[in-house]
């Protein structure tokens, strides 16, 4: 650019310094556009950095109570003691869920779970088949199992329970931290074999991102039936530690976070169902 030149003004600021009556309509509705395009793409940039800011307080999270659960020893691994900062302190989970987790060691190392039907084209190594069973354990721990749902019983309802809680389970319970999208990997071979269910809920838009609440998660009865449901004694023993959590005021059924059903994606208070089959028990309080 020569000494004494000016910038070419833009086509903004040449319609600002242009007479009223010179603007012709096409000007207007260009200079239109490229104010939203900028406002729009100030409003991306926005969301991508609050989504990085949470991203890195979930991971910071996840990082502190593992290491919490190495330094105070509370890491109760496989058995069968809920993940806590209590650790063996805690109160035991039901005596059934010793059988049923080495049934969940059984199917994940002896091939049950065979990798070439979940899309994936190699085998599985030793380290991916325990980091499955890790991810197993976690939800199961988690799992009412006469219905297979996944989440919390409480006095007001069976509450839903999102990924990252899950994955903070898995932290206390193993020791590590494991990262969302090894989380989600693991997740989509549990779909793919049909073990794990979903059904989200949808709850509106805002500036074009869905908002939802936890979705619904279940593990399928046939997995369930594999790793003990089908032996009558371990049928007996759920059935007895359900009705002693009914006993004590706790609610099964699941909480409606949605008044109306809409097949449409994205309309406000609607949910996408993802498989043929609701999930069992689909009784929810209105």
Same mark, same amino acid.
């Given at each position: 650019m020569?000494? @004494? &030149?000016?910038?070419? =003004?833009?086509?903004?600021?040449?319609?600002?310094?242009m007479p009223e009556s010179k603007i012709s309509y096409e000007q207007i509705a260009l200079a239109d556009v490229?104010?939203?395009d900028i406002e729009y793409q100030s409003i991306i940039d926005e969301r991508n950095r609050k989504s990085r800011e949470i991203r890195a307080i979930k991971r910071t999270?996840?990082?502190?109570?593992?290491?919490?659960?190495?330094?105070?020893?509370?890491?109760? @691994? &496989?058995?069968?003691? =809920?993940?806590?900062?209590q650790g063996y302190k805690a109160k035991a989970l039901p005596k059934h869920f010793n059988v049923i987790i080495n049934n969940i060691r059984q199917?994940?190392?002896?091939?049950?779970?065979?990798?070439?039907?979940?899309?994936?084209?190699?085998?599985?190594?030793?380290?991916?088949?325990?980091?499955?069973?890790?991810?197993?354990?976690?939800?199961?721990?988690?799992?009412?199992?006469?219905?297979?749902?996944?989440g919390v019983p409480k006095a007001d309802g069976f509450h839903a329970i999102n990924h990252d809680d899950l994955q903070e389970q898995h932290a206390m319970r193993w020791g590590y931290s494991i990262s969302s999208s090894t989380w989600f990997r693991y997740i989509a071979i549990l779909k793919n074999h049909k073990i794990l269910k979903v059904m989200e809920a949808k709850s509106h838009v805002s500036r074009g991102k869905v908002c939802s609440y936890a979705a619904y998660k279940w593990v399928c009865p046939k997995f369930l039936s594999k790793i003990g449901l089908s032996k009558p004694e371990i049928k007996v023993s759920v059935e007895r530690a359900y009705q002693k959590a009914v006993k004590n005021g706790l609610e099964f059924r699941w909480t409606m976070v949605f008044t109306k059903v809409m097949r449409k994606k994205h309309d406000p208070i609607s949910y996408d169902l993802n498989f043929d089959a609701p999930p069992p028990n689909t009784a929810f309080i209105q």
């Open positions: 020569s000494q @004494g &030149s000016h910038p070419c =003004p833009t086509n903004q600021e040449n319609i600002e310094k490229i104010k939203t999270k996840k990082q502190r109570l593992a290491n919490d659960a190495i330094v105070k020893n509370t890491c109760v @691994g &496989s058995q069968n003691y =809920p993940a806590s900062k199917a994940v190392f002896s091939g049950l779970l065979d990798p070439k039907t979940s899309g994936l084209n190699r085998a599985m190594s030793a380290k991916c088949r325990k980091k499955l069973f890790e991810v197993l354990v976690t939800i199961i721990t988690r799992t009412e199992l006469l219905s297979g749902q996944i």
